[in-house]
């Protein structure tokens, strides 16, 4: 199965009072559809997960589902750091309908790489609908190695892709130069590998950016796919501003301010994250003018 092109790690609105704004959740929904995005992850680290009930989450799957589900992909995060746990919430997800799940490598406890290949078989095994696996050592502590994502992508093989978000590209290449299987794709991690990543043979982005400028990185990657570079390279530099200014602090703070100076208000974040500070909000507003977005 495609994820395609553009996935856009979705934010989770909220309202005045820290609760799930639903009503924005599906106007943010329809925007991305409407914006270049193949796929949208709901409840991954930028929907502010470690913070969500799995009530919220199963809410919010069949709230998107609704809104876009029969014009993009919506794939949910359901990983933890318990493998049990994990099985349970990513079976609960295909039953509601979502087309995928990313499953994040498992933070904290630190699992040698013969644990994580069998935390994720162990998942692949109790579900029949596509996978992705999802590396932030940044995040969670511990490194997925490019013999073990083989690994689970051959034993397993409804893993269709992996987000990588090591910034490691010699990594990625590696995993790329491995990879014996055609339907098995790498997607950047980090909006600012991207053109990167497809240089190497990569097939996206899982993107943040794409909130804001969903349109110009679909153009970025189509021009780039058209044997285009240099064009491609020139819309990739006019973004580079974006693509920093938007983790300048713990993500997802700066991409909700960028959504409000925009004019798509989402809310602000939940403890322990905070609102970004007055310098940092003039710093997203300065990009965004120069950007001509506001």
């Excluded at 919506?74 to 087309?99: D, P």
Aim: charged residues 20%; glycine residues 8%.
């Amino acid at each position: 199965m495609e994820f395609g092109r553009v996935v856009t790690a979705m934010v989770t609105p909220f309202d005045e009072n820290g609760e799930i704004n639903f009503k924005v959740v599906k106007q943010l929904a329809r925007k991305l559809a409407d914006e270049g995005s193949d796929a949208i992850v709901v409840t991954g680290t930028t929907g502010e997960s470690p913070t969500l009930s799995h009530e919220e989450d199963l809410l919010l799957y069949a709230k998107v589902l609704d809104e876009v589900g029969s014009r993009v992909k919506v794939i949910a995060g359901t990983g933890s750091n318990c493998t049990s746990t994990t099985v349970r919430y990513t079976k609960l997800a295909e039953s509601v309908g979502c087309h995928g799940a990313m499953i994040v490598v498992p933070y904290y406890n630190k699992p040698s790489q013969e644990g994580l290949y069998q935390h994720f078989v162990s998942i692949a095994n109790e579900v029949a609908f596509p996978l992705m696996i999802y590396n932030i050592p940044g995040r969670t502590g511990v490194n997925m190695l490019p013999e073990t994502v083989i690994k689970i992508s051959e034993k397993a093989r409804n893993y269709f892709a992996i987000k990588e978000a090591s910034g490691n590209l010699d990594q990625m290449r590696k995993v790329i130069t491995l990879n014996q299987r055609s339907d098995f794709k790498l997607y950047s991690g980090d909006d600012s590998l991207t053109l990167d990543v497809l240089k190497l043979g990569g097939q996206g982005v899982v993107s943040v950016a794409s909130h804001i400028a969903g349109l110009q990185i679909r153009e970025m990657i189509t021009t780039y796919t058209r044997g285009d570079v240099t064009s491609a390279q020139k819309i990739n530099e006019r973004l580079s501003s974006l693509f920093s200014v938007l983790f300048i602090t713990s993500n997802p703070s700066p991409v909700k301010e960028a959504l409000r100076l925009i004019g798509c208000p989402v809310g602000g974040v939940r403890l322990p994250l905070v609102a970004v500070n007055e310098e940092e909000r003039e710093q997203i507003k300065g990009v965004l003018k120069q950007l001509d977005l506001i």
